[in-house]
């Protein structure tokens, strides 16, 4: 039974995580229904929060493994989208709108490194004051 929580953990996680990227979805067809502004939006916010995850698990003992479990790996693994961003970018590719290609692809990538690397920074400059 002990080896069964893990997976009930990420689980619940991801189911969270997904209905959380839906709903974003949802709200970002309002801006526009041609362009994804949902799935990049929740892939930004997602890099940041497992940036933010990943320095507090580095910096404390806050989170237990099952917390880190549930919130990196279920919740944000069930939010941020890989599959579908590559979906859409195909999409503008497949429409020959290789700008909106190539604009969507350099937002996603350096756009979610940097969320990530915002995430820790936030962290560590918190953890100074």
Known sequence: MKTVMPFLVV???????TVMRYALSLFGQRFSVT????????????????GVISAVA????VLSPTVRLLLATGLCGGFIT???????????????????ASGYFLLTILGCAAMFCSGMFAVNLLAKV
């Open 58 to 61: 580095a910096k404390t003992e």
């Open 82 to 100: 890989m599959s579908t961003f590559t979906y859409e970018m195909f999409k503008f590719v497949q429409a020959t709108e290789y700008l909106y």
């Open 11 to 17: 689980g619940a996680g991801g189911f969270i995580g």
């Open 35 to 50: 362009f994804p502004h949902g799935t990049l939006w929740a892939n930004l916010l997602g890099c940041f929060l497992i």
